[in-house]
């Protein structure tokens, strides 16, 4: 317990030493003004939501109810301007400077394709970013959503950059997102999550410039941007009718559908039968569920993917699924 409080008490003075040197950081281009009516607009918008219960059985696990709870107070009660020192995003979104990021912070570095990874890695002031030590223009997120996209690169034949469409399953505040454009995509990106993240994907996304479209203006052919859906319905109705005419598209899911039930599961990989490349992380049993053996059957049953099962260095139990459509 001694040596866990000392850790601990060691990586808060790092990651306040970092925000002392560092600030909020560049990149930023939103106005006083601007932030002011994106807050409003984001206050107005969670009030507008349905009463949180114990809601969408079949949708979100237990533990996850607390957390939306937690994020709807601090959207109501908080400094949205700061929503990446939050306690619940430090909590279930949010690395900082640990012993991961150091390590892939390391490995891109020793990357052939370390400018490329270089050049994106710088962080936005939105949210108030805890910065990592080594390269204080980034952050430990940062690197983890990079490094994320390395190993797809490097085990697949797919390049992030030459997609013109991505389906991304939760997508916490929009880091990955945002990363996939700093490398050069330009295509539909599309996100589906809880209530509760695509307001705060909203907001953060808007607050940094990308370009936010509605279904119909994202179904338009030809007109590139991102939609925030969350209600599945929507979904299983605007994906099919986008997704066979944009290849080649790609499919995110980092430690998200490994988490939600069956039914769920279910449900969204009905929709990826067409898709051309995927990227998964995944922990490898979550409560009584065993992932290995779920994504093994799943891998199986799609003969037309080239798949390969890796576990993620330094990460215990949890592992990659990466996959690219036979030529």
């Given at each position: 317990m001694l040596k866990r409080g000392l850790k601990n008490s060691l990586r808060a003075g790092a990651d306040a030493l970092a925000s002392l040197l560092y600030g909020g950081g560049a990149g930023s281009s939103t106005s006083s003004a601007q932030e002011a009516a994106n807050t409003a607009e984001l206050r107005a918008s969670v009030r507008a939501l349905d009463p949180l219960v114990e809601r969408q059985p079949g949708h979100t696990e237990g533990p996850w109810v607390e957390n939306l709870r937690r994020l709807r107070e601090l959207f109501n009660e908080g400094d949205p301007s700061r929503f990446l020192r939050w306690?619940?995003?430090?909590?279930?979104?949010?690395?900082?400077?640990?012993?991961?990021?150091?390590?892939?912070?390391?490995?891109?570095?020793?990357?052939?394709?370390?400018?490329?990874?270089?050049?994106?890695?710088y962080e936005n002031?939105?949210?108030?970013?805890?910065?990592?030590?080594?390269?204080?223009?980034?952050?430990?997120?940062?690197?983890?959503?990079?490094?994320?996209?390395?190993?797809?690169?490097?085990?697949?034949?797919?390049?992030?950059?030459?997609?013109?469409?991505?389906?991304?399953?939760?997508?916490?505040?929009?880091?990955?997102?945002?990363?996939?454009?700093?490398?050069?995509f330009t295509g539909k990106y599309l996100i589906f999550d809880l209530p509760e993240f695509s307001l705060l994907q909203r907001y953060f996304l808007r607050s940094i410039g990308l370009n936010l479209l509605t279904a119909d203006e994202w179904a338009q052919p030809g007109r590139p941007g991102i939609l925030l859906l969350s209600d599945l319905s929507e979904l299983e109705r605007t994906l099919p009718a986008v997704l066979p005419h944009q290849a080649p598209s790609m499919f995110i899911a980092t430690w998200s559908l490994s988490?939600?039930?069956?039914?769920?599961?279910?449900?969204?990989?009905?929709?990826?039968?067409?898709?051309?490349?995927?990227?998964?992380?995944?922990?490898?049993?979550?409560?009584?569920?065993?992932?290995?053996?779920?994504?093994?059957?799943?891998s199986a049953a799609l003969p037309t993917m080239n798949w390969q099962h890796a576990p993620i260095p330094g990460m215990g139990e949890n592992s990659y699924l990466i996959g690219a459509r036979s030529k």
């Open positions: 306690d619940v995003v430090q909590r279930t979104m949010f690395l900082t400077n640990t012993a991961t990021a150091l390590r892939e912070w390391q490995s891109l570095r020793a990357s052939p394709n370390w400018p490329r990874w270089d050049a994106a890695l002031s939105t949210g108030r970013p805890i910065r990592f030590l080594l390269r204080g223009r980034t952050s430990g997120n940062q690197i983890h959503h990079t490094y994320h996209i390395s190993q797809f690169e490097e085990r697949s034949p797919g390049r992030i950059d030459r997609m013109r469409l991505i389906f991304e399953f939760g997508g916490g505040y929009g880091s990955m997102c945002r990363q996939a454009h700093r490398l050069g988490e939600v039930p069956i039914e769920l599961r279910t449900r969204i990989m009905a929709l990826l039968t067409s898709v051309d490349a995927v990227l998964i992380a995944y922990q490898h049993r979550f409560g009584s569920m065993d992932n290995v053996q779920f994504f093994g059957n799943w």
